[in-house]
């Protein structure tokens, strides 16, 4: 498999994704090649580093290697009686009616293909779902955002010794308040790592020198763990990259196609959730929904358009939201704060307060049930306050205002003994 460096983003392995290799009996494999991430490492200009748990001691997300798990994906289908795997075939239309998609080979040569069921899982900028965009016989309802940021992938290698630089089981976050670097721990000592900036920042940066005091003024404590000439390599051999999140409906076409993973929802990477939405759809069609239908596709796609599109187009907003979180609010006394809050409050109500971040990465709670949560959870928490702001000011005021009034007593007594001399 070709491998193109700086084009890919390491992947967060979380509850959702491992649910859905489970049921195909890949979960101890995947797992087992891949690292646990208990908390987020922040690290500070000053070089300290303060540790923020994802959830409780036994919750982790994995860092897992992309280029590994597609092979092993791959692996594990040509093993199928039943599966032909053809490389190097690029879509160029479709015929829904006829059930019917004709492909380019390298050679140049044309190949028809005939099917009961066609499935796009290309990729954010699917060729299926483009297909679908122009057919006649849907309503095709389609949106992209590009947001004003990219990504540069860096690579941090082992010490001399051959041990990992930093420290395993996080996820190491620089977080600027404008951009943010991450680090993902690898399996061979390698910490993929990777800067998030806008892209006049990154346009900014046109030598070395300019390079080098932009990562000494924002991320001093890596520049010694990437290597002044690794990383000025690495940073322009590889142009900044986009990020684009797309929301389109519906995702089928009667029986005859749907579309699934980015191909229906691509999301920005921040809340970890991209792959592990993507395996969620496979699981929620092909086990749940052809189970409830008996197989049916004519019922089962629609069901899982209506279904899913409410809660992948939450997991994209939730995804805008935690790139603000990541890159700003960490940096925040009141984010730790809420952070240490929520967890009592998980401790003290397990089944009734779950943090939103435990409902994303370790449930199946639907996305937008998450939010709907996580709203209610934050007036809770309002009121709360509001009422510990009142007592507080209650138990202020009474004493003084009881003061006031034995005063008054006192004024009064006074008064009238003056008044008893006087007469």
């Known amino acids: 498999m070709e491998h193109v460096i700086g084009r890919s983003i390491n992947l967060a392995l979380s509850h959702r994704g491992r649910e859905a290799l489970k049921a195909v009996g890949l979960e ?11 908390a987020r490492m922040i690290h500070d200009l000053d070089g300290k580093t303060t540790p923020i748990p994802y959830g409780t001691a036994d919750q982790y997300i994995m860092s897992v290697d992309r280029r590994k798990l597609n092979e092993l994906m791959l692996t594990v289908a040509e093993r199928q009686a039943d599966v032909k795997l053809h490389f190097s075939h690029k879509l160029t239309s479709c015929d829904f009616e006829k059930r019917e998609m ?23 900028y699917s060729a299926i779902r483009k297909q679908l965009m122009f057919s006649s016989s ?18 941090m290698p082992p010490t001399d010794e051959g041990e990992a630089a930093m ?11 404008e951009y943010m670097m991450i680090a993902l721990p690898n399996q061979d000592k390698t910490f993929t790592v990777t800067l998030f900036m806008p892209f006049e920042n990154f346009e900014a940066i046109k030598t070395k020198e300019d390079l080098l005091q932009f990562f000494n003024c ?22 900044a990259q986009p990020l684009v999140s797309v929301k389109c409906s519906p995702y089928h076409l009667d029986d005859k196609v749907v579309i699934l993973g980015d191909a229906a929802h691509a999301v920005i990477p921040f809340y970890g959730q991209g792959m592990n939405a993507g395996f969620e759809d496979c699981l929620i069609l ?14 089962a796609l629609p069901a899982f358009t209506e279904y899913r599109n409410i809660d992948v187009e939450a997991i994209a907003d939730l995804s805008h939201r935690n790139y603000l979180e990541m890159r700003s609010d960490v940096n925040s006394v009141l984010f730790r704060i809420r952070k240490k809050v929520d967890n009592f409050l998980h401790w ?9 971040y435990t409902m994303v990465a370790f449930t199946r709670t639907r996305y937008h049930e998450c939010i709907q949560r996580r709203m209610w959870q934050d007036q809770t928490i309002h009121t709360i306050i509001k009422v510990a702001v009142a007592g507080m000011a209650a138990c202020v005021l009474i004493p003084l205002v009881t003061s006031r009034l034995n005063d008054m007593h006192w004024i009064v007594h006074l008064a009238d003994r003056i008044q008893h001399i006087i007469t």
């Open 218 to 239: 924002n991320f001093p404590d890596s520049v010694p763990l990437l290597g002044e000439q690794a990383l000025a390599h690495t940073f322009f051999d590889t142009p």
């Open 167 to 177: 420290a395993v089981n996080y996820l190491h976050i620089w977080p600027r308040n």
């Open 28 to 38: 101890d494999e995947v797992v087992r090649t891949g690292i646990p991430m208990r």
């Open 286 to 299: 092909f086990k749940e929904l052809l189970d409830k239908y008996n197989n049916d596709f004519s019922k």
């Open 348 to 356: 003290l109500l397990p089944s009734r307060w779950v943090p939103l």
């Open 138 to 155: 849907v309503r095709f309802n389609y949106s992209q955002h590009y947001i004003d940021h990219g990504y540069v992938e860096l690579c």
């Open 102 to 124: 004709v492909f380019r080979t390298q050679g140049g040569s044309e190949k028809t293909i005939h099917t009961d069921l066609i499935i796009g899982t290309d990729g954010a």
